[in-house]
């Protein structure tokens, strides 16, 4: 994937925004910020924009502890095509493949309310990322990670 190929095909041959993002929790924060700084410059309305900060902010941080293992200074690339149905975004890393070569499913964890001292600290961030995003593809491709998603409009 290095272009929104997937289910819709780009409207414009080049991302809008693009970012190369270097591993880290506190860069990833940095970065976020910049890339709400491109997506609003280059036409993406507010609420499309805090969806994909809410996205990307997942990914993202998926990207720093389970590809790089927490380790930083590793090259993250952060691509969206802004297009009339939402925001398509690929984020490409070299670290270590997703288990069973696909993304998680997604699936929310059991929650017992009435025992709060029970609830998952996490296991919620793909179940969210499914939810906020269509036509997810996921591939590995000369020992880099491609992952692309629409953030429907």
């Known amino acids: 994937m290095s272009s929104p190929s997937g289910a819709r095909a780009a409207e414009r041959p080049g991302p809008d925004v693009q970012r190369r993002i270097v591993s880290g ?19 993406a309305d507010d609420a499309l924009n805090t969806s994909a900060q809410i996205v990307l ?6 990207v720093v502890e389970h590809a790089y293992l927490y380790a930083e200074g590793h090259p993250i690339d952060v691509s969206i095509w802004i297009r009339e149905d939402g925001l398509w975004c690929e984020v490409v890393d070299e670290g270590h ?32 990322v ?3 995003t269509r036509d997810i593809e996921y591939a590995r491709q000369n020992n880099r990670n491609h992952l692309g998603f ?4």
């Open 150 to 153: 629409l953030i429907p409009a």
């Open 97 to 128: 493949v997703m288990p069973d070569g696909t993304p998680p499913a997604g699936i929310m964890p059991n929650i017992d309310a009435s025992a709060p001292g029970t609830l998952p600290e996490g296991g919620f961030g793909w179940a969210m």
């Open 130 to 132: 499914r939810r906020m």
């Open 57 to 62: 902010a997942e990914v993202l941080n998926n």
């Open 25 to 43: 929790t506190a860069r990833v924060r940095e970065a976020l910020d910049q890339v709400r700084l491109d997506c609003a410059g280059a036409g």
